[in-house]
């Protein structure tokens, strides 16, 4: 049972528009929600991540809304720009109390920014 | 700064072989580390995870097996590979204050 889900394996947009990347989740112990980006054979890389306190958290180009009662979060990056093309995980962390961090990843969706 | 070591970079192993994967994280002490693999078409899929020395839990059951001798060393073995094996694997550690942070990945192919 797939926790963290990405229904959208690639995306492809215009340089200069808005890319939204989109997420959904099942547990409601989830307290806490990350996006990675991720070139070919290299390791993901932090991009933003929002509490589930908060509904939306922006830095710079990237945004991140949280829907709480649709288990739902969106990445919006704008303007979008060709070295924005990679791989977008997003990732899930319960909170278990203790010191461990694990985070649930959805499959990804690979964004292309076409020129 | 704290930094995290993968290798190798690629690696094409026969069926059958076995297999060690090593990670290891600077500048930090007693990190929380990480095992994650991305088979294909597939997302991160968490497969050890160790808070301290000796300490390793699985989360999937597999033909794989994880150590931490030590505190900043954290390796990935198989006795026999299988051909489901195949994959990207990631190595990761956590500290409070500093995140969440990957290697650059092992590209491991069972031919």
């Known amino acids: 049972d797939q926790q963290v889900k990405q229904n959208s394996p690639s995306l492809s947009v215009q340089e200069g528009r808005i890319s939204i990347l989109n997420c959904d989740y099942t547990n409601s112990m989830f307290d806490y929600f990350l996006w990675y980006k991720k070139y070919p054979a290299e390791g993901p890389t932090f991009l933003i991540s929002?509490?589930?306190?908060?509904d939306k958290n922006e830095d710079g180009r990237f945004t991140v809304f949280l829907n709480k009662s649709a288990k739902h979060l969106s990445l919006h990056i704008v303007p979008s720009q060709p070295g924005d093309s990679a791989v977008y995980f997003c990732a899930a962390r319960q909170d278990s109390g203790g010191s461990n961090y694990k985070l649930t990843f959805g499959k990804g969706t690979l964004l292309t920014v076409n020129p | 700064s704290q930094t995290i070591h993968q290798w190798p970079a690629t690696l094409v192993q026969p069926v059958g072989s076995p297999l060690s994967l090593e990670c290891t994280v600077e500048?930090?002490?007693?990190?929380?580390l990480y095992w994650y693999r991305q088979a294909a078409g597939r997302g991160l899929q968490l497969l050890f995870y160790s808070v301290g020395i000796g300490q390793i839990s699985s989360e999937v059951p597999q033909n794989l097996s994880a150590s931490r001798p030590q505190d900043r060393q954290f390796i990935l073995s198989s006795k026999k590979l299988l051909l489901s094996d195949s994959g990207f694997y990631l190595c990761?550690?956590?500290?409070w204050g500093f995140g969440y942070t990957f290697g650059s990945g092992t590209r491991l192919t069972v031919v």
């Open positions: 929002i509490s589930s306190i908060k």
């Open positions: 500048g930090t002490s007693n990190p929380n």
């Open positions: 990761a550690w956590f500290m």
